[in-house]
Structures are given as C-alpha cells and as structure tokens.
C-alpha cells in the first residue's frame, strides 16, 4: 500500500471511534443520526461547490449510488439497532469485520484474486480485534438477534465500501457524500418513525440542534473521516486493505472505552493490539 495512502486512512481510522463515542453518550442517537445524515450532505455539496466538482456527473453512476445508498442504511439502521441492545465490547469487532465480507465478496462476485499474505494480514487485523474487544464471560450466542444485527452492520459497511472505491474512479469525493447522504436522510427519517428503536426521533433532534456546536464537531470528524477514505480510494487503494487498516480505530476505542468506562484487561488487549498492529504492517509493507 502507497505510504500517503496508509496515512489517510490511518488517520481517518484515528477519527472514526471519536464520532462513534459522541452518538454512542447521546441519549437519542436515532435523532443524532438524522442531524448527522443531513448536515453531511450540506458539507458535501458545500465541498463540491468550493472545489468545483461537477454534482450532476453522479447521474452517470447511478446505480452504484443507489448501492452505496442501501449499504448506508443497512450499516445505519443495524448499527444503532446493536448498539441500543448490546454491549459494544462484544459486538463492536463484528461491527468492523467489513474486509472479511469484502474479500469473500470480491472473489465470489467479482472474481478478484487476492495475494496470500494480504489474506493473512486481514486476518491477523480481525484476529486481533476481535481479541482486543472480546471480554471473557461474553456469550455472544445468548442475544443472536443482536448478533444478527452486528453482522448486518458488518454487511451494510462492506456493501457501501465496495460502492464507494468503484464510484471513486468516476466521480469526486464530495459528489459522492451528497447525493448519498440526500437520498439516505428522508429515509432515516421513516425508517427511525417506524421500526422499533427511537420512538423519540424529533426530540433528539431537537436536542442536538439546541446544541450546534456539537452538531457541527459531530459531522466534522464524521466528514474527515470519510472523506479521507473516499480520497484514498480515489488514489488507487484497495478496498480490502483500506478497510482492514480502518481496524486500527479498535486500539483508539480501547483507549476511550478505558478513560470512560473504567475497563481492565489491559495485558490482553496489549496482547491482542500487536497483532492487529502486526496485520496493519504487513498490509502496509505489502506483506
């Protein structure tokens, strides 16, 4: 992997777990996410504007959006879902299993041929963080229709993920951010009224647009982080070895879930950090 490219992502890998903490301490993240959704795409047509980006060249690619679309809200809907029922040291690493999904996609579906020590490197990087999150006594078997919903999640991340690195060979980032964050906001907006995970939609947006500034910290870190994986697509990065390095936020997550909630282990997770670390460097070093 291009070293700049390592370095977007694993910059973007740094961001990642801070937005998913500022939803995750929300009382109302069905509202959060909606204010989340919307102000996205304001930031990418802004974007787009200010660099001159042509907005209407997705229209040529429309059926990639529309797949884009689906994983989001696959992603979207499944993650706030096992978030509200479960707990997100058992279930966050499954959340982030997304290069398993996309390997086993693109050699099924897209016949791509991948090298063995890539394969060996992702998963040394799931190994690892699965590792590094997993608690002992955690029976993940005991909630299947909340494991049902991380490998939903899992699924919905690398559906987009594939999307997204063909769309970024035709159109420009932010292009990308508005079109599909327009067409995923009025769909959050039913899907959050009508299944059963936050009754109380307006009121949480109600709550995060009395908070602006938060608002807009929230969909900065989002935007960057994204933003920079879509340029790191865009400069030639394998879908499945971006997504493998994005696992580099599950340290960070550690580290934040310790200072916030008090958590231990620290000689296992030690243990387990080295070993993804160990599959971020053969991946960057290209094995």
Known sequence: MDP??????LVSAVLHPLWNLLVKRNPRPEGTFFVLTA?????????ALVIGADILAAW????????????????????????????????YPIVRASPLFIVVVGFLVFGERYEASLLVAIALVLIGGFLLLYRPGTRLLDDPRTLGFAVLAMCG?????LADSRLMQTIEPPVLFFWVEVLCAPIY???FRRIAIGP????????????????????????????????????????????AVRQA??????????????????????????????GIVLIVTGG
Do not use: C
């Open 200 to 243: 109380n939609l307006w009121r949480g947006i109600g709550m995060l647009l009395a908070r602006p500034f938060h608002a807009l910290l929230l969909t900065s870190i989002v935007y960057g982080s994204y933003i920079l994986i879509l340029i790191a697509y865009e400069m030639g990065g394998d879908v499945a070895a971006v997504t």
């Open 4 to 9: 700049l490219v390592a370095t977007l992502v």
């Open 157 to 161: 991340t690398g559906v987009y993920s």
């Open 249 to 278: 936020s599950i340290p960070l997550s550690v580290i934040l879930g310790g200072v916030f909630l008090s958590e231990g282990s620290i000689v296992r997770r030690l243990i387990a950090s080295l070993i993804l670390a160990l």
């Open 60 to 91: 040529e690619v429309w059926p990639l959006i529309l797949v884009s679309v689906v994983g989001q809200i696959l992603y979207g809907t499944s993650l706030l879902t096992t978030l509200k029922r479960g707990d997100i040291s058992a279930y």
């Open 39 to 47: 102000q996205l795409a304001l930031f990418g047509l802004i974007h």
């Open 189 to 191: 907006a039913v899907l």
